[in-house]
């Protein structure tokens, strides 16, 4: 963690220290030395320089020392800017607020996470009856002195007695489970160890789970070494994990991945097939009752998403994309499985469905019309269908739903509403407000925000949400904060934050563009930004700015733009294809080598996004845009401070070390290149809240300092 004292000055001392301290800076900036060697790879015929690849050794003394001088040269640098301490301030007030989850229910008891503001981490706590006074049920808060170890999920048994919970230590994607008696708060002795990208799927008998696992990694590779060949186990309660039941494994298919679901009435084990990243998936079941228990493959090919929803004895209800990109519900009979059999329960309509789920007497659909949510209600005997109301627009999230019950839970928000939380009766049409956040120093009816659809290069139209103070003054004088994603099917959708609303009262607008890549208008808005479409993200991207500045909302230099993961990606390629539209970058825990991200943890998965480098015109298209390959020495980029963590082993930080190694040695001009290394975090998730506001000061001050100059 860079650590920083928060001083307090004269704002005419402020002015002049700034100024000096700039200028002590602005001659020549000297960076840590970060060695070259001459390390080549053949592509395909074409050789490739990596520099750098000795940054990929994590457990090097070497790297070790690189990471600290690269530490504390970046921690001197952002020490001069008082910008920083004007983002933590509003931060530190913003988030000093109650923050709830929406409930859900097992039996009788209600559970939700809180956190009154100063802890590190949330609670969870649950009700009886929903009425009762509140009990807490788990504190991570007492796992670690610094705050980093967090609750990743927890998944409560079908009598409401035990809660089988999974902890991630410092960021990690590794999970350690562990059960606790609800009632009597005791912590069974099971553990379960090496268990990632899984959940705890319970037996209705309460006798045990079904999780996923891999292999121990050898000591000091459990953040690098690849992650394959996952199985897929049975914990019975009592008993060691050594003796855990291996209930499926492909050792013939390494990449394959098991999402399990249990049907409502007990008796089949439902596994969702994944292969990496790929949104389609195939599906498998198992008779959990009497003696046969063969593995069934329902859906044996990879050919597009199903997603279980319920069953009526051997009917199974699927949301698919199958033959309808924006998404429908199917019936299937496993005793007449064939296609033809299959029955159509939802059709596809012009906006895409994004969830599917089953209460008592409907099926309740999600849908995102221009990025913005509708809640339709299908009658499960008639297929009549009934709308929920609610007048404002934004988006519903974190439905909770049972089986038992029309009664179910939803948070609603957007880029100026804080969280809220709602009940809804979906039989008496009725809704009942349970919690509403409140945001110290923030007033929703000072703020606005407006969409937008403006032409990519193509001349696709990208809706993108403005957001700022009604007050503010727009101009091209105006500092912007443009944020995007644009991959992998994942909907980038309008949310209320506290780091916007920080960047906001310091006089800022957002604007955030929904890419192509994602799934805001289904699968084949996802399909027009991925693999040799890839370059059409980063169009879209560039042409966001664009409109920005066109229409007098700021200009190149006075406009950031940011980005986490393949958001990350996506500001690295951008302000490398086009390094005078921005006036400072900020690339967040990013994929930057695109010829090697197959090599690490789970990096292979994404190649069905990417491509792989192995194959040849999947070569050809990745290396034009990655951005460890694609720095030209004598080009002045701008002001851009790279961030990742030590134990992220979903992106490896070698990705960030070596983009940030190359940029300052390539760097033609004084604007600084820098990279903050967060230790004891990881690629987001379970983040503590000191960390959190440190991070996010240190990197809106930074962009805020550097557009201030121009």
């Not at 709830?100 to 802890?119: A, E």
Request: net charge negative; charged share 25%.
């Amino acid at each position: 963690m860079l650590l920083k004292s928060i001083r307090y000055y004269p704002l005419f001392f402020i002015a002049w220290l700034i100024l000096f301290q700039s200028t002590s800076f602005s001659d020549e900036i000297n960076y840590p030395v970060s060695k070259t060697s001459n390390v080549q790879d053949n592509y395909h015929g074409n050789i490739i320089d990596d520099p750098y690849r000795w940054l990929e050794d994590l457990n090097s003394l070497e790297t070790s020392e690189w990471i600290q001088s690269q530490n504390n040269f970046t921690e001197k640098y952002l020490n001069t800017f008082e910008e920083i301490n004007l983002v933590k301030e509003i931060l530190s007030k913003a988030y000093k607020n109650e923050t709830r989850s929406v409930p859900f229910r097992k039996k009788s008891k209600h559970f939700y996470y809180l956190n009154n503001g100063d802890w590190q981490q949330s609670k969870l706590f649950y009700k009886n009856n929903n009425e009762s006074e509140e009990k807490l049920l788990l504190d991570p808060n007492v796992l670690s002195e610094d705050g980093t170890v967090a609750i990743s999920s927890v998944s409560v048994s079908p009598n409401a007695n035990l809660i089988a919970y999974s902890l991630s230590d410092g960021g990690s994607d590794w999970r350690t489970w562990k059960i606790k008696n609800i009632k009597t708060g005791e912590t069974l002795k099971d553990l379960i160890r090496w268990s990632k990208f899984s959940n705890a799927e319970w037996k209705k008998d309460n006798s045990g789970f079904f999780y996923s696992g891999y292999n121990e990694p050898k000591k000091g590779d459990e953040f690098e070494s690849i992650n394959t060949n996952q199985k897929l186990f049975f914990h019975k309660i009592g008993q060691s994990q050594t003796k855990d039941e291996l209930i499926y494994q492909r050792t013939d298919q390494p990449e394959w991945g098991w999402g399990t679901t249990i049907t409502e009435d007990g008796k089949f084990l439902i596994l969702h097939v994944s292969e990496g990243t790929d949104e389609r998936n195939r599906v498998f079941y198992q008779s959990i009752e009497g003696n046969n228990n063969k593995i069934i493959e329902l859906i044996p090919d990879l050919k597009a998403q199903f997603s279980f929803i319920g069953n009526n004895k051997s009917i199974f209800w699927f949301f698919t994309d199958l033959d309808a990109p924006m998404g429908r519900v199917i019936a299937i009979d496993i005793n007449k499985p064939d296609k033809e059999h299959w029955l159509e329960l939802i059709p596809e309509n012009e906006h895409a469905l994004i969830d599917v789920r089953e209460i008592k007497d409907f099926l309740i659909g999600q849908y995102l019309n221009n990025v913005s949510s509708e809640i339709v209600l299908f009658d499960k005997k008639t297929l009549s269908k009934s709308y929920m109301k609610f007048n404002d627009e934004g988006i519903f999230s974190s439905l909770s739903t049972e089986v038992d019950s029309n009664i179910f839970y939803f948070s609603y928000t957007n880029y100026v509403t804080p969280n809220q939380i709602y009940q809804y009766n979906a039989l008496a049409n009725t809704l009942k407000t349970i919690w509403i956040k409140n945001v110290p120093g923030f007033e929703s009816e000072q703020y606005l925000s407006k969409k937008v659809f403006y032409p990519s290069k193509d001349g696709t139209l990208i809706p993108m949400f403005i957001s700022h103070k009604k007050d503010q003054t727009i101009n091209s004088n105006t500092p912007l904060l443009l944020y995007g994603y644009g991959g992998f099917d994942i909907s980038i959708l309008p949310r209320f934050s506290e780091r916007y609303f920080a960047w906001m009262k310091m006089g800022g607008i957002v604007a955030v563009p929904n890419l192509r890549g994602g799934g805001e208008y289904g699968e084949l808005w996802h399909q027009q930004g991925m693999l040799d479409n890839k370059q059409n993200v980063f169009d879209d991207f560039a042409a966001a700015a664009e409109y920005l500045h066109k229409n007098n909302y700021s200009k190149p230099t006075k406009t950031v733009i940011s980005g986490r993961s393949n958001g990350g990606l996506l500001v690295g390629a951008t302000f490398l294809q086009r390094p005078t539209l921005f006036g400072a970058t900020l690339p967040a825990v990013g994929v930057m080598d695109m010829l090697r991200f197959n090599k690490f943890t789970i990096g292979w998965a994404w190649e069905s996004d990417y491509g792989s480098p192995e194959d040849v015109d999947d070569f050809n298209t990745l290396i034009q845009y990655s951005p460890y390959h694609n720095i030209t020495e004598d080009v002045c980029y701008p002001p851009t401070l790279i961030t990742t963590s030590e134990i992220d082993d979903r992106v490896v930080p070698s990705h960030s070390y070596k983009f940030a190694a190359r940029l300052q040695k390539a760097q033609e001009c004084n604007n600084p290149i820098l990279i903050r290394i967060e230790t004891r975090a990881g690629h987001g998730a379970g983040t503590p809240k000191d960390k959190t506001i440190d991070y996010i000061a240190d990197s809106y001050g930074f962009a805020l300092h550097h557009l201030s100059k121009n």
